[in-house]
T-cell receptor, first 115, second 113 residues
Framework: GENVEQHPSTLSVQEGDSAVIKCTYS??????FPWYKQELGKGPQLIID?????GEKKDQRIAVTLNKTAKHFSLHITETQPEDSAVYFC??????????????FGQGTILTVHP | ETGVTQTPRHLVMGMTNKKSLKCEQH?????MYWYKQSAKKPLELMFV???????ENNSVPSRFSPECPNSSHLFLHLHTLQPEDSALYLC????????????FGSGTRLTVV
């Protein structure tokens, strides 16, 4: 099965700074790389994803970069705001076959943005 | 609302009780999932239903019993639970068992006393 590690486990930044969270995975056949954001009292919500044929994807202040050779991908948040404070999870997976959408989550990164 | 609704939001039960968690999705998806989220542990996949058939049971104790009567509803029946079963139980759904449109509910916070 997939082994997933996230770093750091906690991250504290000042409003306006950038934040980067890294996810390392073990299955070289993984081809879908999503990031989820979980706010207090809510379930995780997909915020950005990337597939293995693309090296980088950006959506306003958030971006994801992928290094398939090194088997890691990262979440980048620029111009952080207090509402970005949440727990962020990565969940790399190999789509197709018998995966049936069985996500394996990292342990999560608690991001705190101080005003 | 995400389109996946879980009830109740909070539940306190004794170890000898029987209770059920309910999940309903309004997204037209045909795969549904139960996850367990404990403090300081990664989200753990418990069960997967695809087209109303259980296709995954991740070595979950028999005191947890899932039921999927149709593609819109998923239940988790609980009986004789232990205090270590206290956690946030999350339901999710997706289309065709893929990751497309993977959507979580807000969860049920379960406390076993």
């Amino acid at each position: 099965g997939e082994n997933v590690e996230q770093h750091p486990s906690t991250l504290s930044v000042q409003e306006g700074d950038s934040a980067v969270i890294k996810c390392t995975y073990s299955d070289s056949a993984s081809n879908y790389f999503p990031w989820y954001k979980q706010e207090l009292g809510k379930g995780p919500q997909l915020i950005i994803d990337i597939r293995s044929n693309v090296g980088e994807k950006k959506d306003q202040r958030i971006a994801v970069t992928l290094n398939k050779t090194a088997k890691h991908f990262s979440l980048h948040i620029t111009e952080t705001q207090p509402e970005d404070s949440a727990v962020y999870f990565c969940a790399p997976i190999r789509e197709g076959g018998t995966s049936y959408g069985k996500l394996t989550f990292g342990q999560g990164t608690i991001l705190t943005v101080h005003p | 609302e995400t389109g996946v609704t879980q009830t109740p939001r909070h539940l306190v039960m004794g170890m000898t009780n029987k209770k059920s968690l309910k999940c309903e999705q309004h997204l037209g998806h045909n795969a549904m999932y139960w996850y367990k989220q404990s403090a300081k542990k990664p989200l753990e996949l418990m069960f997967v239903y695809s087209l109303e058939e259980r296709v995954e049971n991740n070595s979950v104790p028999s005191r947890f019993s899932p039921e999927c009567p149709n593609s819109s509803h998923l239940f988790l029946h609980l009986h004789t639970l232990q205090p270590e079963d206290s956690a946030l139980y999350l339901c999710a759904s997706s289309q065709d068992g893929t990751n497309y449109g993977y959507t979580f509910g807000s969860g049920t916070r379960l406390t076993v006393v």
